[in-house]
């Protein structure tokens, strides 16, 4: 597996680990393989998106969705979901992931930008997502399986009373 195959893994796991419910210890596997590119976009971004989209289509106890966009800031501007071309005259390059309330995940690089500005991207990325959130919804109301039972490990409480010794 290549480094950049790892990094990629992180981000859908950072993305998707949150909405497991505590106590979930089922063996779970979600794989992305990318069957062709444009070679104008990372899929990065896709692969996240696609994690989502399985998990709310899947039958696992999973409390999504979360969407994923990557934002650049080119001539002063915020850009959604930049090529490859683009994000070489960006001074900006995030990747976020957000629920419909929340920031889940932030990754990325910058070439001396303002904090304001970051911040301002990141905002800009949780509004732009808003849609595709939109849509994984619908998608796990209306062909989502109903979740199955499992039954959730949780530590005893003489164990968490140990541990927190």
């Known amino acids: 597996m290549s480094e950049r195959e790892i990094l990629v893994s992180r981000f859908i796991d950072r993305s998707i ?7 979930f210890s ?3 596997q979600v794989i992305c393989s990318m069957l062709a590119v444009d070679g104008r976009h990372d899929p990065e971004v896709l692969a996240i998106n696609g994690a989502t989209a399985a998990l709310c289509l899947s039958d696992i106890p999973w409390n999504g969705p979360v969407g994923a966009v990557r934002v650049g800031l080119i001539d002063g501007k915020f850009c959604l979901n930049p090529t490859a071309r683009e994000l070489s005259g960006s001074s900006l390059d995030l990747i976020v992931t957000s629920t419909e309330r929340n920031i889940v995940m932030v990754e990325g690089v910058g070439r001396e930008v303002a904090e304001d500005t970051f911040c301002e991207a990141v905002l800009f990325a949780h509004e732009e997502v808003q849609p595709l959130l939109a849509t994984l919804k619908q998608l796990k109301e209306e062909r989502g ?3 199955r039972t499992v039954n959730l490990q949780t530590p005893s409480p003489e ?3 140990f541990i927190s010794r």
Do not use: M
């Open 159 to 161: 164990l968490e009373e």
């Open 26 to 28: 089922y063996d779970t």
């Open 145 to 147: 399986k109903a979740p």
């Open 17 to 23: 680990r949150p909405f497991f419910p505590k106590g």
